[in-house]
């Protein structure tokens, strides 16, 4: 079945760096990437997602890369907040339809 | 408002005793699935299904239970439960369709079992 790492499990930066989490996979069928933002005490709710026919999507400070010959897709936090600090997870999906998720990455943004 | 709901949020029970946590959705989705979540393990998948009547294991499924009777409707059992089945669960549910395969999260359910 598909494999997901994700990296690093855990990211500190200063308020206003920048903040890169990557993930790669293994089913090169995969052709959904999304990731998911999940806040202290929340559920995970998504956050940006990419599909396989595109190799950038922004949204203000967010952004997510994807390299489908790597197998690998980034997401990427500009101009970080406080309020960016929470668990980030990926995800791939492909024929199956079933998610396959990255194990997580804690980003704690100090002030 | 779209959402999916799970009951109850809280649980502390006895080593043993049988319980559900209910989960039902509200957007007409093929897929549900369970999902324990464990610091440091990320979202570790139980249970999921396609359709209604139609389940199948995920990576952890000893020791639970699920059931797809109706669309909207996706029930996690645990017959006799044990203290490694302490965790934070998460049912979800999505669209089927090449694309189309955002999860929608419930607002979890804290087990504690003694």
């Known amino acids: 079945g598909e494999n997901v790492e994700q990296h690093p499990s855990t990211l500190s930066v200063q308020e206003g760096d920048s903040a890169v989490i990557k993930c790669t996979y293994s089913d090169s069928a995969s052709n959904y990437f999304p990731w998911y933002k999940q806040e202290l005490g929340k559920r995970p709710q998504l956050i940006i997602d990419?599909?396989?026919?595109?190799g950038e999507k922004k949204d203000q400070r967010i952004a997510v890369t994807l390299n489908k010959t790597a197998k690998h897709f980034s997401l990427h936090i500009t101009e970080t907040q406080p309020e960016d600090s929470a668990v980030y997870f990926c995800?791939?999906?492909?024929?199956?339809?079933?998610?396959?998720f990255g194990r997580g990455t804690s980003l704690i943004v100090h002030p | 408002e779209a959402q999916v709901t799970q009951n109850p949020r809280y649980l502390i029970t006895v080593t043993g005793k049988k319980l559900t946590v209910t989960c039902s959705q509200n957007?007409?989705?093929?897929?549900m699935s369970w999902y324990r979540q464990d610091p440091g393990l990320g979202l570790r998948q139980i249970y999921y299904?396609?359709?209604?009547?139609?389940?199948d294991k995920g990576d952890v499924p000893e020791g639970y239970k699920v059931s797809r009777k109706e669309k909207r409707n996706f029930p996690l059992i645990l017959e006799s439960p044990s203290p490694n089945q302490t965790s934070l669960y998460f049912c979800?549910?999505?669209?089927?369709?090449?694309?189309?395969?955002?999860?929608?999260f419930g607002p979890g359910t804290r087990l504690t079992v003694t």
């Open positions: 995800a791939t999906s492909g024929g199956s339809y079933i998610p396959t």
């Open positions: 957007m007409n989705h093929e897929y």
């Open positions: 299904s396609m359709n209604v009547e139609v389940t």
């Open positions: 990419i599909r396989s026919n595109v």
């Open positions: 979800a549910s999505s669209r089927l369709g090449q694309g189309e395969n955002e999860q929608y």
